[in-house]
């Protein structure tokens, strides 16, 4: 009936390498999106991502559904047309960003009432709305509307998780298209029971895919994983779990260690925008620094992405001085690669059972590197056949 | 011994196709250069730059020596490697910028003092300092350092002629590496017998090619085509001609009617910043435009570049409006697929013998056409086989 289906192809303790078959094609995951807020990852061409290897992208239904109109978009096409990306598509349900509008915005049982970012203007989602702009729109993958809370308030966490409930079900009533996935969400902030009695009841209402929000939004990395740990038992093995938001190369280890196959984050183009660049050891090397000006090497000199194949650091510095446009693009090629091929890689790894060694070695590197500037010279074994 | 030659392989009337050889690679002449000026054409990679069909980029002296620095980009291998570029590359010698510096610049007859736009340091060029850094960044084609005036000025154009002369034989003098082909500038303002004396004598110093400088600089584009009718009639035909920042489609076809060879301009990079596409008619359109909203069109049906292949006019205008940097990387690629394949186009016409007739139906169209937004559908018959 659906054309989508999730193959596990192999596990490696919770690690889970799988196919989740899309209209647009076949995702190999552990798979990392890069983020197209306003239906373009910035400065990056779909080419461009296609080569360094990308096969999904998210795009953001809120910033669509406000510039150009998502009905505007289903007028071109949807959006795979419109932007150009010919692979699967993600959006997400305009949720995580109303409520980031908190003084803007009001929220009642029916749904959501804010005001635009863009010009003030009055707005209201629901969850009927969410994914009537995510039909239109068309990506393969849609995301339930949800309520964000302050991960570490239960009060809040307790009333927006049995709102996002109640919401997942007004979603799934309300979804027409069978060319799109739509998944539930889970909430419950940073607390156990929560998390649990959430994912059990998302689970139960039979959704082709499991995402876990809320995460990423100012709880410690002790409590993101610790909550990943609870959902791996509770949600169905056999469909994909896709982790909101998050995308260190250190939290992309540790979430598919605890069982998450998708992820998404802006953090590889925004550090991009800020001159840096994002290292396979999970450090940085911002290339602003006086250090690089002569410097003839590349930002890795065992990365295979184009920046790296071809450009010194010298260069990049002297395109950030220049205030020249292609720095942002050449470091956020390097940057997607970086978070692109380390979930390729890991999948290799957990095809061949050797996942748990990397990630203890990897793990264990990052406590000794510098995580702001780490020398390249002291990556760890792990990286030997990276 | 040198490595420079230029085959002439077919002429049309007194329009030519040549072949010109450098140490890094053969230009097929009518080229149109796409400008990089801090050593990268702004929003736009070298893989697509040569996916797009260019095969000469400029890059700007004045600019590279001021930041970052010539001995830096020699520290690092030279331009060419620096900047990734392993095709040909052409350097002016810094003269235009530093005489468009007008109010902190002090010219004699050694050289010129000036300020730098940067931050206010105190620089000198001469001639010889000229060749130094043009040198030191090694492209294969580089520029005498000569002196612009306003080109209706008779009596400075005479005296900056003069000068241009006496500076000529200067840096034929300071001229070192053997795998640089130096080209002498000829001035003279929109005078006919300046611009016949000037052509006349740096034709006599024997460089392996020439410029025409001090053109598009406010003179008409009559005094500009008169000025090259004279030109075309002295400099030796069997070398190639550069005409400098000279590069709408207009002055292309007009250009090479003339007898030029080369040329290099920064309208189709900087339109696309300005939000602006090139069209093969000569005409523009501008994407911020409400009309363009809702349009399911390309820029142009009939282009083959990236952008038009893969993207409607609506979506070009969301990223304007969305600020997205991704319409000045896609609106370059356009226009300067526009102006290279132009010239390229012109190449097949004279080597066929076409060209006379192509020049006739295109200048006559540019008539008719409305110059600022013209419809694509009125094209005439010239750009059947474009």
């Excluded at 999730?6 to 303790?13: E, H, K, P, Q, S």
């Excluded at 290897?53 to 505007?72: E, F, I, K």
Aim: proline fraction near 6%.
């Amino acid at each position: 009936m659906t054309p989508f289906s999730f193959d596990l192809t192999a596990a490696d303790g919770r690690a889970r390498a799988g196919v989740f078959h899309t209209p647009h094609g076949d995702l190999l995951t552990p798979v990392f999106a890069p983020v197209g807020t306003q239906a373009t990852v910035k400065a990056v061409t779909p080419a461009q991502l296609h080569e360094l290897g990308a096969s999904l992208v998210l795009s953001n239904t809120y910033h669509l559904y406000l510039r150009p109109g998502d009905p505007l978009i289903a007028e071109m096409g949807g959006l795979h047309r419109f932007m150009n990306w010919p692979g699967p598509i993600l959006t997400d349900s305009g949720g995580f960003q109303v409520f980031s509008l908190a003084a803007t915005r009001k929220i009642d049982d029916d749904g959501v009432t804010f005001k635009s970012h863009t010009d003030g203007s009055q707005h209201r989602f629901t969850p009927e709305k969410s994914i009537a702009i995510q039909e239109n729109l068309g990506a393969d993958i849609i995301m339930a509307f949800d309520e964000c809370a302050p991960p570490q308030d239960r009060p809040y966490s307790q009333r927006a998780m049995l709102r996002t409930h109640a919401w997942a079900e007004r979603c799934l009533q309300a979804k027409r298209r069978p060319d799109q996935a739509l998944f539930g969400i889970v909430q419950g902030g940073v607390f156990p029971d929560l998390r649990q009695q959430s994912a059990a009841f998302i689970a139960s209402l039979g959704f082709p895919g499991h995402a876990i929000g809320g995460l990423s939004v100012g709880e410690s990395k002790t409590d993101m994983y610790a909550t990943l740990e609870v959902m791996d038992a509770v949600l169905p093995a056999e469909k994909p779990r896709y982790l909101m938001g998050v995308g260190t190369p250190e939290d992309l280890v540790n979430g598919i260690l605890r069982g998450v196959d998708i992820f998404d984050c802006v953090l590889p183009t925004r550090l991009a925008r800020h001159n840096a660049a994002l290292l396979r050891s999970g450090g940085r090397l911002n290339l602003v620094n006086a250090v690089h000006a002569r410097d003839p090497r590349p930002i890795d000199e065992a990365c295979a992405c184009y920046t790296c194949q071809h450009y010194s650091r010298a260069y990049l510095r002297h395109l950030i001085a220049a205030k020249e446009m292609l720095s942002a693009t050449l470091l956020s090629l390097h940057n997607l690669y970086t978070l692109v091929q380390l979930a390729r890689h890991i999948r290799q790894l957990i095809l061949a059972g050797q996942f748990q060694n990397f990630a203890a070695a990897y793990l264990a590197q990052l406590n000794v590197e510098d995580m702001q500037d780490p020398s390249l010279n002291s990556l760890t074994d792990a990286f030997e056949k990276f």
